[in-house]
């Protein structure tokens, strides 16, 4: 589902070319890049777009992953069958999609182990959405629409991703990512068509506390990100912050109007000069707050992902002890 | 395929899968399983949720042998300048030309 953009580090300094060998490496590289073309995990690549790419494809699947954790919460809870084998089919598309992306991040030379244990440690970042609390059942909707809205936007421009695995992985998963946002809005839909007055209330509120927070999923404003002019001269990022964020609450008005809630932004409206919805500031403190650490759940996440991890580490050893047995025992026969 | 397992992790597959009968198997990522049966277990799961796949290959990663990219250009060159193995190379009188 989600990537923000999470060019949310301190910007490295690209390392200088040193050998003649390189500069022509390079050459081709750049050339390689600027005809559209792609890059394919044993050719050359500067380090620097290697650790870029690391880094952003990481953090990208750490976010499937650590993503599942506030819809896990309402597994259980679902008001309907129906409703719980989507939400578990939709949870399972994210598993799949961390997959997709970790084997992706691998073909760059890190190790699984490595890429979890950046996370687990809390030196890799994942999207700063999932720091937000999931309270009633409309949440589970919203983020359906929104937050997964959201991502659709930033990650299909990744399908044109310069670095092939990346691009190919990304291809697989914006298939998928149609689903979740339809079946949120339609969860939503029957409660504001069909619904109680309180569950109608429910939805607006969810509406309130998860429009800010898909709007800050596309990252810091271009003028302040810190990462963009690389990523975009490499063909690793393709649309600005910006122009992707305008792109979402334009296509996300009428959707707000044909479902009957209102988008908390008393400064939304329609610019004619511009053709584009006006919106109002967001707030860029929450934002660096939350990514830095101090959103309503990033302790509760964390921990959570590590005790998955922990709880079942003997079942991955047993699964290989019992590989080298099966191993051995063939080899005896 | 790239990193080598480190020595707790289960090793790394290349996932095939044929979309229907008289298709070919075709690539389609990666995964860690602990062994072959697993593999394709997983391969299940994370490849084929809506119904894309009627066979699944598996391979070790560390078992495949690939043509080395820094050698694309010797390694395929000597098919470039061999236009007579098209079709389109032979210019035959327009009566006969869909032949």
């Known amino acids: 589902m989600y990537t923000q953009a999470m060019d949310t580090e301190a910007a490295e300094k690209a390392k200088a070319v040193t050998t003649l060998e390189e500069a022509e490496l390079m050459k081709r590289f750049d050339a390689r890049i600027d005809e559209g073309g792609f890059i394919e995990a044993k050719d050359w690549m500067p380090e620097h777009y290697r650790k870029t790419l690391v880094r952003q494809i990481s953090q990208h699947a750490h976010s499937e992953i650590v993503g599942m954790l506030p819809e896990g919460n309402w597994v259980t809870r679902a008001p309907t069958l129906k409703r719980k084998a989507i939400l578990l089919a939709k949870i399972q598309d994210e598993g799949g999609h961390g997959l997709y992306l970790y084997a992706a991040?691998?073909?760059?030379?890190?190790?699984?182990?490595?890429?979890?244990?950046?996370?687990?440690?809390?030196?890799?970042?994942?999207?700063?959405?999932?720091?937000?609390?999931?309270?009633?059942?409309?949440?589970?909707?919203?983020?359906?629409?929104?937050?997964?809205?959201?991502?659709?936007?930033?990650?299909?421009?990744?399908?044109?991703?310069?670095?092939?695995?990346y691009a190919r992985a990304m291809i697989r998963i914006c298939r998928e990512e149609s689903f979740h946002q339809r079946q949120g809005y339609d969860s939503l839909l029957v409660m504001m068509q069909q619904g109680t007055a309180e569950q109608k209330v429910m939805v607006q509120d969810a509406v309130n506390r998860w429009w800010w927070p898909s709007l800050m999923m596309f990252g810091p404003p271009d003028a302040e990100s810190t990462h963009s002019a690389q990523s975009m001269r490499w063909g690793i990022k393709r649309i600005s912050n910006d122009d992707l964020r305008q792109k979402f609450v334009d296509a996300t008005v009428q959707q707000a109007q044909v479902l009957g809630v209102t988008l908390p932004d008393p400064d939304l409206a329609w610019n004619e000069a511009r053709g584009h919805w006006d919106f109002g500031c967001i707030d860029w403190d929450e934002f660096w707050r939350v990514v830095g650490g101090d959103g309503p759940c990033n302790r509760e996440r964390l921990a959570g992902r590590v005790k998955a991890w922990e709880d079942g580490q003997w079942v991955r050893d047993a699964a290989l002890a019992h590989a080298a047995r099966q191993r051995t025992r063939k080899e005896a026969a | 395929m790239g990193t080598e397992a480190s020595s707790n992790e289960w090793p790394l597959w290349e996932v095939f899968v044929r979309s229907r009968a008289g298709l070919d198997h075709k690539h389609c990522g990666s995964l860690h399983a602990a062994d072959a049966k697993m593999a394709v277990q997983l391969a299940r799961e994370v490849y084929t949720r809506r119904q894309e796949g009627s066979s699944i290959w598996v391979v070790r990663s560390d078992q495949i042998v690939a043509s080395d990219p820094g050698d694309k250009d010797m390694f395929f060159d000597p098919m470039e300048d061999k236009v007579y193995r098209h079709p389109t190379f032979y210019k035959l009188p327009p009566d006969v030309d869909h032949m």
């Open chain 1, 105 to 165: 991040a691998e073909t760059l030379g890190v190790s699984r182990d490595q890429l979890l244990d950046a996370l687990h440690t809390g030196k890799a970042k994942y999207s700063s959405i999932f720091n937000y609390p999931t309270l009633t059942w409309a949440d589970v909707g919203v983020i359906g629409w929104l937050v997964d809205g959201a991502a659709i936007m930033n990650q299909v421009p990744l399908c044109r991703c310069s670095y092939a695995p």
